[in-house]
Nanobody, 124 residues
Framework: QVQLVESGGGLVQAGDSLRLSCAAS????????MGWFRQTPGKEREFVAA????????NYAASMKGRFTISRDNAKYTVYRQMNSLNPEYTAVHYC?????????????????WGQGTQVTVSS
């Protein structure tokens, strides 16, 4: 069992930067692929970025590439997402997710564990 707790969300202004953190608990972390998703009311959960459990290979949604950076610190059981040059379209609840294995995925159904989400609101 893996438990995930996101933090770092809040209210920021357009153009600001923000770093989200996701702290994991469980027997293993370094071999779990991790992902970040976002969701706005009435819409499906949307893939943002993922990082593999072995080698730290990263994958980004095409619309997010260059603006966000996902990273992990296996010693701290934590995955991060650095977001730069935020604009109001990134206002959403942002979720961290973990897979049971090391391979990345972009579909929410392929993730086994989820955090409770953290709200990010970007004002114009």
């Amino acid at each position: 069992q893996v438990q995930l707790v996101e933090s770092g969300g809040g209210l920021v202004q357009a153009g600001d930067s923000l770093r989200l953190s996701c702290a994991a608990s469980g027997r293993t972390f370094s071999t779990n692929a991790m992902g970040w998703f976002r969701q706005t009311p009435g819409k499906e959960r949307e893939f943002v970025a993922a990082i593999s459990g072995i080698g730290g290979i990263t994958n980004y949604a095409a619309s997010m590439k260059g603006r966000f950076t996902i990273s992990r610190d296996n010693a701290k059981y934590t995955v991060y997402r650095q977001m730069n040059s935020l604009n109001p379209e990134y206002t959403a609840v942002h979720y961290c997710a973990a897979r049971a294995g090391p391979s990345m995925a972009v579909t929410p159904l392929n993730y086994n564990y989820w955090g409770q989400g953290t709200q990010v609101t970007v004002s114009s």
